[in-house]
């Protein structure tokens, strides 16, 4: 089985800081392996090793993403190889656009049974890149998995569901994206580092890239903080404490809180 | 000296700050195999904002440092003030000798780290972020016990040498018994937030122009008597301004570091530097300070300290060094751990180039001419009384209140009477500082 993991390397909101207006500086924000992608990537890897599969990690961005830093953090996570497309022209790019490039990667990669996701990047958020990819490639596309079984081409896929979980059987090829909490991932150690040096990088030209052209443009045109929620500022005089706790119950209860 | 397995590296060098990086880079350009291992995901990810660096040792390792690597102003301007409740004495230095050749430069750690680790990683040496060391590995040798890697989580690496660069608060040379748990008057914490402003509202505040910086030192009321000092410097569109305290006086007065960094900031004398400033960053930092007599055994067999770990700070008062030291015991470190290997003798014996070549250099020199600072620095009556006492006699000479005027002389001994410093002081301190200093 040829499993791909589309990962991004994104910077950490962490150290970002949100300006007065609204607008967000992350110039001291630090890139890293996105938050929920560990996921993914452990996924992969335990489906692959039951299956006796092939883990190929794929990222798209600018320059940065290709650096030996950025390289040796993926291929620590369990992957057996790695296809990058750095170019500085994807510098902003939105998910669609993001999107349109991982699937001409996964065209060019050839064969791919399985494409698996993070639930969502750390710094964008938007749940769109696995849908989009899969619309990009004529996929389906199944978002909270929480467990992946099978072989290619009979696929078990559990997700959770806002009524519990469901079962899905698929038969073709498929873009997943997996819960937060689908599994635990591994820690890389020392060794997975010191192998991760060793292992293939494969560096894709985005000019070469087959990517249909996007029917228009969308251009960010403002941004706001979100409404800050007013708060009643309610105190309550804690000297006797059995008369405070009945006047907290009394007061969440009036706010319906209770 | 035979070795049970196969070495993964010549050296494991623990911990991506100034001193580990710098040796890591030297071994690497000797034809070592290095393998640099830091706890945070990225080198400086751990490092709070940065310092004063004296560069000049910097520069004989990276020949183009200054055009090349990270940094945020040239110091042009060291202001050294005594500072008072309600008085400030200060001595203005600016000297444009000290801009050609560049002697001491602003940086932030969570730049200069990440560039330092690049040119190491152009020079060879294998980066291993994000991986936290938990113990070293050590055999029974027939000197004793020697180091022969380093264990985290389930994995070991093993090397000929191992270097660490951990920090102040160095784990790895107590666990292997190179150092005690310090006592507490060689420690100090370092408290300091960074406030951006304008490049422009920099350079008019502290009057230096274009690429040109100021650094402050300031003794007394900053520290409300507390045995430590104040600083203050500019970076390229921040001020990094903070306190160190020396921590066995700070239990010993009962107060805390956020209510002496909120105070020194609002003190009128700092807050029109800050003024319309936004702070971006906060946090504390243990700082050695104990000089020579913190500088204890520095190598055993198999394993070398280098930087903060190795007790490499120098507080004279005036300067405050650290990072100067951190290259310069780098560059000794990869000098006697190059001839070990050469020689096959990893032991301490044949480490011994290390030591040598440390003190022959400016640190090891330095730290053995301010000995006695640290001593000295511990003395009271720098941190209240001489501030008060400066501040009572200028006022007696500019209040000009109607009152007939006296002598310099009687004014000073009038100011020098109320104070509780008495001539005897003066003069041990006088005799202690010029030995000291």
């Known amino acids: ?258 | 000296m035979t070795e049970a397995a196969e070495p993964d590296f010549d050296v494991i060098v623990i911990g991506a700050g100034i001193a580990g990086a710098i040796t890591a880079y030297q071994l690497a350009t000797q034809g070592r195999s290095v393998v640099l291992i830091e706890r945070g995901e990225a080198p400086g990810a751990k490092n709070l904002s940065g310092g004063v660096l004296y560069c000049r040792g910097m520069q004989e390792v990276f020949p183009d440092f200054l055009t090349e690597a990270p940094v945020e102003r040239r110091i042009t301007r060291n202001y050294i003030n005594f500072l008072n409740a309600d008085s400030s004495i200060g001595i203005d230095y600016k000297d444009t000798r000290l801009s050609d050749p560049v002697n001491a430069v602003t940086v932030l750690r969570a730049k200069l780290d990440p560039w330092l680790a690049e040119k190491c990683e152009e020079a060879g040496v294998f980066l291993m972020p994000g991986v936290r060391v938990d113990k070293v590995l050590t055999e029974d040798g027939p000197t004793g016990k020697r180091v022969v890697g380093v264990k985290a989580g389930d994995d070991e690496l093993r090397a000929h040498v191992v270097v660490a660069a951990d920090g102040v608060n160095s784990f790895i040379s107590q666990e292997v018994g190179l150092r005690t748990k310090e006592p507490l008057n060689h420690l100090a914490i370092g408290v300091k937030c960074v406030v951006n402003l304008p490049r422009e509202t920099i350079e008019a505040r502290f009057s230096v122009t274009g690429d040109e910086g100021a650094a402050f030192a300031i003794v007394g009321d900053c520290t409300q008597g507390i045995g430590g000092g104040g600083f203050m410097y500019t970076n390229t569109e921040s001020i990094s301004v903070g306190v160190v305290l020396r921590l066995d006086d700070l239990t010993a007065k009962n107060k805390s570091t956020t209510d002496i960094l909120d105070y020194f900031l609002a003190h009128p004398f700092i807050a029109p530097y800050l003024e319309g400033g936004e702070v971006v960053e906060y946090g504390c930092h243990l700082v050695a300070e104990g000089g020579l007599a913190m500088l204890g055994e520095i190598s055993m067999d198999g394993l070398v300290v280098v930087g903060d770990a190795a007790g490499l700070t120098l507080n004279t008062g005036l300067t405050v060094r650290g990072m100067d030291l951190a290259v310069a015991s780098g560059v000794a470190a990869a000098k006697g751990i190059g001839a070990a290997l050469d020689s096959k003798d990893t032991s301490k014996v044949g480490l011994a180039g290390y030591r040598e070549a440390l003190f022959a250099s400016y640190a090891g020199k330095d730290m053995e001419t301010y000995a006695k600072a640290p001593a000295f620095l511990e003395t009271e009556r720098m941190y209240k009384e001489y501030g008060e006492l400066i501040g009572n006699v200028l006022y007696g000479v500019f209040n000009l209140d109607n009152s007939p005027r006296e002598h310099l002389l009687k004014v000073a001994m009038k100011a020098f009477k109320k104070s509780p410093v008495k001539i005897k002081h003066l003069i041990k301190d006088g005799l202690a500082g010029v030995r000291a200093l």
């Open chain 1, 1 to 258: 089985m040829k499993i791909v993991v589309a990962y991004k390397w994104a910077s950490n909101p962490q150290d970002a800081t949100v300006g007065a207006q609204g607008t967000v500086d992350w110039s001291r924000a630090k890139p890293g392996f996105s938050e929920y992608d560990p996921v993914a990537a452990e996924l992969a890897r335990r489906l692959a090793d039951a299956t006796g599969g092939e883990v190929i990690g794929l990222t798209v961005g600018t320059k940065r993403v290709d650096a030996t830093l950025a390289r040796k953090a993926a291929l620590s996570r369990g992957f057996d190889r790695a296809v990058i497309v750095a170019d500085d022209s994807l510098e902003g790019a939105g998910s669609t656009q993001l999107a349109a490039v991982l699937a001409a990667a996964v065209r060019h990669i050839g064969d791919v049974d399985l494409v698996i996701t993070g639930d969502s990047s750390v710094d964008v958020g938007s749940k769109m890149v696995p849908t989009v990819l899969a619309g990009q490639l004529g996929w389906p596309a199944v978002a909270e998995v929480i467990s992946i079984t099978g072989q290619a081409g009979a696929l078990r896929v559990e997700r959770a569901v806002p009524t519990g979980t469901q079962v899905l059987e698929i038969t073709g090829p498929v873009v997943l994206a997996a819960s937060t909490d689908a599994a635990v991932a591994r820690v890389p150690g020392m060794k997975d580092i010191l192998a991760a040096g060793k292992k293939p990088v494969e560096s894709l030209d985005l000019a070469a890239l087959d990517i249909p052209a996007a029917a228009g443009t969308t251009t960010v045109t403002g941004t706001s903080r979100p409404d800050l929620l007013t708060r009643k500022g309610q105190m309550i005089d804690a000297s006797d404490p059995a008369a405070a706790a009945a006047e907290l119950v009394a007061a969440l209860r009036g706010a319906g809180a209770l």
